[in-house]
């Protein structure tokens, strides 16, 4: 059986108390191995590229 890392985060932009955007990221990493180590680590690919996804969207969407 696989394990697998599931990072889901929603976030929302506000201008002046208006929702300017709003959008939810879902990143999926499957394990290197079915035990906490592999876990821990598909956790963490799968946190660092959900991060880096918000940061762009962020900066684009301000940017508009």
């Known amino acids: 059986e696989s394990s697998r ?3 889901r985060a929603r976030a929302t932009l ?3 108390q ?3 955007a709003q959008r939810t990221f ?4 499957k ?3 079915p035990d906490a180590a592999g876990g821990a ?3 963490a690919a799968a946190a ?4 880096a996804t918000l940061v762009r ?6 940017a508009k």
């Open 48 to 51: 660092d590229e959900s991060i």
């Open 26 to 29: 879902t990143t999926e990493r």
């Open 14 to 16: 506000v201008r002046d």
């Open 5 to 7: 890392a599931l990072v």
């Open 18 to 20: 208006r929702v300017v």
């Open 41 to 43: 680590a598909a956790l």
């Open 57 to 62: 969207w962020t900066a684009e969407t301000l």
């Open 31 to 33: 394990a290197a191995s």
